[in-house]
């Protein structure tokens, strides 16, 4: 038997819709106007379905959905790939926006990623429970601030709750000394700083960027944070963006 199960998720437009996943590599296979708008998409073997709400505010949207795909990595890099070549940068604020893969606590540490669309509503994109996970030696590290990371992206990535998330992280990077493992603490450094961005505070932002790019890094650990310096030249545009808007206002 094989069984199917396709999510209908609300949006304010089912057009700005399409064309957001459309920009995704996702190909429209219905739509209608009367008598209720409504939008079918597919990707491979990832489809969602949208039904456009009158006066739906995304900002208020609790529409979510869980898709399992073999290499979260994989697809992460070819969505930010086709951002960056309509934005000509990573949408990483506001809404729509995306956040990178990460290994999540609560979800056994299965490295997940979100898409959060014109909607509002949260794509939480997550490896596929039937596959196992690599382990990486740099797992076993552990102290105040690893487990300050752990919980400010349980409740920045997977709850969207960003002013808790960053409240975490506050104290424990204020404390950090020369014990803490240069890894964990340019993860959370760089972590702290999109959590900034998406708080519309560029120069908090802009502050800990610094303090990322004046910390030592000898080619193994350069090799372990590919991912968080990758993030964190993404976020010095987004920094450089905002300011630039904030200047022209």
């Known amino acids: 038997m094989r069984e199917t199960v396709i999510p209908i998720l609300p949006c304010r437009d089912i057009d700005e819709i399409a064309a957001f996943y459309g920009m995704l590599g996702f190909d429209r296979t219905y739509r209608q106007t009367r008598p209720n708008p409504y939008v079918a998409l597919r990707r491979d073997g990832i489809e969602l379905h949208f039904a456009g709400i009158s006066g739906f505010d995304p900002e208020q949207s609790y529409g979510s959905c869980i898709v399992a795909v073999d290499d979260t990595a994989e697809l992460f890099e070819d969505?930010?790939?086709?951002?960056?070549?309509?934005?000509?940068?990573?949408?990483l604020t506001g809404i729509p926006r995306i956040t990178?893969?990460?290994?999540?606590?609560?979800?056994?540490?299965?490295?997940?990623?979100?898409v959060v669309d014109p909607g509002g509503n949260w794509i939480r994109v997550f490896r596929s429970t039937a596959e196992p996970v690599p382990a990486d030696p740099g797992d076993a590290e552990s102290g105040p601030l690893a487990r300050a990371l752990e919980n400010a992206i349980v409740q920045g990535d997977?709850?969207?709750d960003t002013r808790q998330a960053a409240k975490i992280l506050d104290g424990k990077l204020d404390g950090a000394d020369d014990l803490t493992?240069?890894?964990?603490?340019?993860e959370a450094l760089v972590y702290r700083a999109e959590l900034a961005v998406r708080l519309d505070d560029p120069d908090t932002a802009a502050r800990l960027l610094v303090r990322v790019a004046g910390t030592a890094l000898d080619d193994s650990q350069r090799e372990r944070l590919a991912d968080a310096l990758a993030n964190a030249a993404d976020l010095e545009l987004a920094v450089r963006d905002r300011r630039a808007a904030a200047t022209a206002r």
């Open 158 to 160: 997977a709850r969207g």
């Open 181 to 186: 493992p240069v890894v964990t603490l340019v």
């Open 100 to 114: 990178r893969p990460r290994k999540r606590k609560n979800t056994g540490d299965v490295p997940g990623f979100s």
């Open 79 to 91: 969505f930010a790939t086709r951002m960056r070549a309509a934005h000509g940068k990573l949408l």
